[in-house]
């Protein structure tokens, strides 16, 4: 296998691994595929490498995985949670780090999943680490994830409107989030949200901007 078809693997990997969080919970991958494209697009407007934009692109669509170890009944619960569901819910993190990190190549991703929740402040979850301690990746889809969870309809409430939502993530600056990513996805309000209506498949993200990809994937369907 060439270092191309190993790209290639790797990607359809994660292919495979978002498809069966499709399968789980078609709500959850929707909304990963979201949060996945403005976090991409902040990476773009942060002027981030090729690599690091394609690493928390990949985190980005993964960040929930562990909701897969979730029971049903409380994953699907219609109606706001109790406490101990609630603990529950929030071992999330932890189950999808765990997951990734069966993967070496992956052991970056993980690490950006488990932080997914935690908060600028330290008072976020599992570890309570805050600042730059959370790895760039892990800071950048906590906006956006918190972005998309409230533009989104709940069964116990009504999505917030673009204004609505703009104002929660910018009084939480420096609390929850990252000030300097706030003020970036602040400053392109309609450009961040705007790339998470826009839904694409997720080969088409990553690989049309890889010339070698492109090459490979348009001279035939054999590769692997
Ligand atoms: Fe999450
Ligand atoms: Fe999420």
Redo the contacts with the bound molecule.
Sequence with gaps: MTGEQGILLYHDIIDCIIAALEAKDRN?AD??RR?SDMSEQVCRLMRLSQQETEKIHIAAHV??IGKIGIADSVLMKPGKLNEHEWKIVKEHPEIGAHILSRSHGLSEVAHIVLC?HERWDGTGYPNKIGQLDIPLGARI?AVC?SI??MMSDRAYRKALTSEQCKKEILSNSGIMYDPDIVSVVADNWESVTGAGNFIRHYHKSIIDKCAINKKLLTNGKNLI
């Design positions: 959850t909304h990963s949060v960040h929930d997914h889809i994830d998309d969870a």
